[in-house]
């Protein structure tokens, strides 16, 4: 079955950077889009960034343009997220989820366990 | 603030059926000739969100037909019916968004079973 598990993620000061990866199994990696989503604690879902199944395409935010940067490896069939000029208000749950669909219909079929990270000094 | 407008809170008793409504915009769900369309996910305590419905009104795999989701216009519903304990959790309706040019989120409703 699909499986996604996200690692990497800590407590950072502000301004600091993370890299967040997630490993996938269970599917053909290569021929899906994937996307990162957060959840800061008691909050609800924010769509971060989407990568299409080479990278040649990349969506981001606009909370975290210019900040963030996702990558994957599809040899290794893992899916990143570089996260530099952290802020306080990028502490959440980061979920690496499978996106399906078209890309103007595109939803989230299958979700990782999520992997919390937290900017305070 | 979202931009897809969910109510904070939806409650009932088991067996019961409830609604969650999802209003949007003409940027989003109600864009072009037939709009965006409307996903649904279900969040229990402590767990990754799960699909629950998408592409309107489809089931994946393993999502009882208790489950069901309707659009009109700028606006989409979920239904539960036969409402059980385990349904207990919080709902998140999710399109796409052309002025955004992203994916948005509705701020998410809490389903109490009582």
């Known amino acids: 079955q699909v499986q996604l598990v996200e690692s990497g993620g800590d407590l950072v000061k502000p301004g600091g950077s993370l890299r967040l990866s997630c490993a996938a199994s269970?599917?053909?990696?290569?021929?899906?889009?994937m996307s990162w989503i957060r959840q800061a604690p008691g909050k609800g879902l924010e769509w971060v960034s989407y990568?299409?199944?080479?990278?040649?395409?990349?969506y981001y935010a606009d909370s975290v343009k210019g900040r963030f940067t996702i990558s994957r490896d599809n040899a290794k069939t893992s899916l990143f997220l570089q996260m530099n000029s952290l802020r306080a208000e990028d502490t959440a749950v980061y979920y690496c989820?499978?996106?399906?669909?078209?890309?103007?219909?595109?939803?989230?079929?299958?979700w990782g366990q999520g992997t919390l990270v937290t900017v305070s000094s | 603030q979202s931009v897809l407008t969910q109510p904070p809170s939806v409650s009932g008793a088991p067996g019961q059926r409830v609604t969650i409504s999802c209003t949007g915009s003409?940027?989003?769900?109600?864009?072009?000739?037939?709009?965006?369309?409307v996903h649904w996910y279900q969040q229990l305590p402590g767990t990754a969100p799960k699909l629950l419905i998408y592409?309107?009104?489809n089931r994946p795999s393993g999502v009882p037909d208790r489950f069901s989701g309707s659009k009109s216009g700028t606006s989409a519903s979920l239904a539960i019916t036969g409402l059980q304990a385990e349904d207990e959790a919080d709902y998140y309706c999710?399109?796409?968004?052309?002025?955004?040019?992203?994916?948005?989120f509705g701020a998410g409703t809490k389903l109490t079973v009582l």
């Open positions: 269970g599917f053909i990696f290569r021929d899906y889009y």
């Open positions: 999710q399109s796409y968004d052309s002025r955004l040019s992203g994916w948005v």
């Open positions: 989820a499978r996106s399906a669909g078209d890309f103007w219909s595109g939803y989230f079929d299958s």
């Open positions: 990568i299409t199944k080479s990278g040649s395409v990349i």
């Open positions: 003409r940027s989003n769900i109600g864009a072009g000739y037939d709009g965006y369309d």
């Open positions: 592409g309107n009104n």
